[in-house]
T-cell receptor, first 117, second 116 residues
Framework: NAGVMQNPRHLVRRRGQEARLRCSPMKGHSHVYWYRQLPEEGLKFMVYLQKENIIDESGMPKERFSAEFPKEGPSILRIQQVVRGDSAAYFC???????????????FGPGTRLTVT | AQKITQTQPGMFVQEKEAVTLDCTYD???????LFWYKQPSSGEMIFLIYQGSYDQQNATEGRYSLNFQKARKSANLVISASQLGDSAMYFCAMRPSGGGNYQLIWGAGTKLIIKP
């Protein structure tokens, strides 16, 4: 049973380009969470999605950032017109159920390191 | 406000010694979970240990134990008999029951370096 997959692992974009980050949740998981880790900081929640629905995007910047989790295929975090401040590690996590109790129910992927030059 | 504070930005510890990484939290939720994660230089986030706010016993997982002091709102991670492979960033995180019970709130991390 493969874990949470993220690709690419490293992504370099020039200012103004678009970045697309992909996350394939664990098999059987229908809940996906995106977090951002700026250099030297802890993770910050961005968005929570279920299949075809955005449940909570309170941590997403209002402009240039969007996320989706289609019925088929991976979840996508899209950053338009990237700026240097977008350089960070972006982590995806998935879970099988909504009401999380206990540990080990939110599984993290290896992250995508975005560098904006 | 929900917050996690890790006051030690970095620590050096001699191999085989025990190490305590500090974590204090702030929440008004009656129910919450506390987590510790390890992030080695390769960058992935590795779950280490979990403590529920209503758990009576302190959590233990192998060489990891969580010193949970609810009244002081602290959840320190103790690593016994440290090894060179323990060198990494360590993050404390909290999942409050409010707000949907799914968001993890993270501290800034402690960089642990084990000296041979």
């Amino acid at each position: 049973n493969a874990g949470v997959m993220q690709n690419p692992r490293h992504l370099v974009r020039r200012r103004g380009q678009e970045a697309r980050l992909r996350c394939s949740p664990m098999k059987g998981h229908s809940h996906v969470y995106w977090y951002r880790q700026l250099p030297e900081e802890g993770l910050k929640f961005m968005v929570y999605l279920q299949k075809e629905n955005i449940i909570d995007e309170s941590g997403m910047p209002k402009e240039r950032f969007s996320a989706e989790f289609p019925k088929e295929g991976p979840s996508i975090l899209r950053i338009q017109q990237v700026v240097r401040g977008d350089s960070a590690a972006y982590f995806c996590a998935s879970s099988p159920i909504l009401k999380l109790t206990g540990a080990g129910e939110q599984y993290f992927g290896p992250g995508t390191r975005l560098t904006v030059t | 406000a929900q917050k996690i504070t890790q006051t030690q930005p970095g620590m050096f510890v001699q191999e085989k010694e025990a190490v305590t990484l500090d974590c204090t939290y702030d929440t008004s939720d009656p129910s919450y979970g506390l987590f510790w994660y390890k992030q080695p230089s390769s960058g992935e986030m590795i779950f280490l240990i979990y403590q529920g706010s209503y758990d009576q016993q302190n959590a233990t997982e192998g060489r990891y134990s969580l010193n949970f002091q609810k009244a002081r709102k602290s959840a320190n991670l103790v690593i016994s008999a440290s090894q060179l492979g323990d060198s990494a960033m360590y993050f404390c995180a909290m999942r409050p029951s409010g707000g949907g019970n799914y968001q993890l709130i993270w501290g800034a991390g402690t960089k642990l370096i084990i000296k041979p």
